[in-house]
Each structure stands twice: as C-alpha cells, then as structure tokens.
C-alpha cells in the first residue's frame, strides 16, 4: 500500500524567513496530494493541494509543487508568520477528490518572533 | 456553510464498553470519512462512505464500524473497547470538487 514519508519532523524558523517541508510517496497511483495545518485541540485544516495533472500551486503565501517522477511533493511558506506555528500533514490519494488519504507522520513548525 | 461537526467532543468509556460518535458533514457534502489519530501511529484512515455505502476501508478490525444516513450524517461505532482505542477520532467530508474538511475530533479516552 501507499506510504508517506515526510521531512523534517520538527522545523523552526525565524519569523519572515520561509519553511519548506518534504514529503514523499510510494504508490505511483497517487494522484491528489493535499496539505493540511492542525492547530493545539483542533482538526486538521486544509491549507492546499495539488493534483498529479497539476506541477505547482500558489495561494498568497503558501506554494506547494508536484515532482510526480521522483514521487516528492514540497510546501514552501514564504514570509512566516508565528500563527504559522502548528504541525503540518501532508497527504496522498489514489482517489480523484482524496477521501483515503494516507498521512504523513507530521512537521511541528515553531516560527519564532 | 456551517463546517463539519463531531458529537461528543469528550468521551470517557472503560475497557470491554462500546462507543458510538457522531459527525455531521457540511451541507451538500456526500462523502464522509473517519480517521484515527493517536502520537504513536499519526493519522490512519478507518472507513470512507459515499451516498450511505462504504467505499473505502482501512485496515482496522471488525470491531471498528460505521455507517451513513440518508442526510450524509455518520456514525462509528468501536465495540468491545480496548486500552489502545484512546485516541482522537476524525471525520471528514468532502464534495465532488475536493476535500476534505475536517471536524475537531471526539477525543475517546479508554480506562
């Protein structure tokens, strides 16, 4: 089956610097990758995502990109901010609109003021 | 649009006793799913329904249930509960465009 490996585990940064976060995937079927945000106490929230049709993804401060041949896909925060600070997932399906998601193992993201 | 909802928030159960939560997806949303999240074993994937059919399964056991209503609401149920069932579990819906849009959890507690 699908297996997600995700870099680093923890990551912090200096506010207004950029965070980039790794992740890799195993089946080749894969085709909707998303990138959710969890909060202290909260679910994970949807922050963006990208199809295998689709190689990069911008939404104002945050960018994802697709490398379907070497199976890694990376979300890069430009300009953080300390509410940026939360554990971030990245996720794989084989779905079309991604209901068996299969996570990574998560990044706790510090960005420090 | 309201965004999806999880009843309880908060469960305490013992050890042998059987658990059913609650999720409502957001409105219009047919497709819901429920994950299990624990520091040990990250996010895992239990079950997907679509339209009050099941049409994924993750490799959990038998005793790990759940089911669709006709208004795409959705229940799991946990039987015979175990030490290891704590955990917070997840459920999210999601459209035919993309998804999917996670609830804030019910946090099982298992003594």
């Known amino acids: 089956g699908e297996n997600v490996e995700q870099h680093p585990s923890t990551l912090s940064v200096q506010e207004g610097d950029s965070a980039v976060i790794k992740c890799t995937y195993s089946?080749?079927?894969?085709?909707?990758f998303p990138w959710y945000k969890q909060e202290l106490g909260k679910g994970p929230q949807l922050i963006i995502d990208?199809?295998?049709?689709?190689g990069e993804k911008k939404d104002q401060r945050i960018a994802v990109t697709l490398n379907k041949t070497a199976k890694h896909f990376s979300l890069h925060i430009t300009e953080t901010q300390p509410e940026d600070s939360a554990v971030y997932f990245c996720a794989a399906s084989r779905d079309n609109y991604g209901q068996n998601f299969v996570f990574g193992p998560g990044t706790r993201l510090s960005v420090l003021p | 649009k309201a965004g999806v909802t999880q009843t309880p928030r908060y469960l305490i159960k013992t050890r042998g006793q059987q658990v059913t939560l609650s999720c409502s997806p957001i409105s219009g949303h047919r497709s819901v799913s429920w994950y299990q999240q624990t520091p040990g074993q990250g996010l895992q994937f239990l079950f997907e329904y679509f339209s009050e059919t099941q049409r994924n399964k993750g490799n959990f056991p038998g005793r790990f249930s759940g089911r669709q209503f006709s208004n795409s609401r959705s229940e799991m149920n946990v039987s015979t509960l175990e030490l290891g069932d704590s955990a917070l579990y997840l459920c999210?819906?999601?459209?035919?465009?993309?998804?999917?849009?996670f609830g804030p959890g019910t946090r099982l507690t298992v003594l």
């Open positions: 089946d080749s079927a894969s085709n909707y």
């Open positions: 990208i199809r295998s049709n689709v």
């Open positions: 999210a819906s999601s459209s035919l465009t993309g998804g999917g849009f």
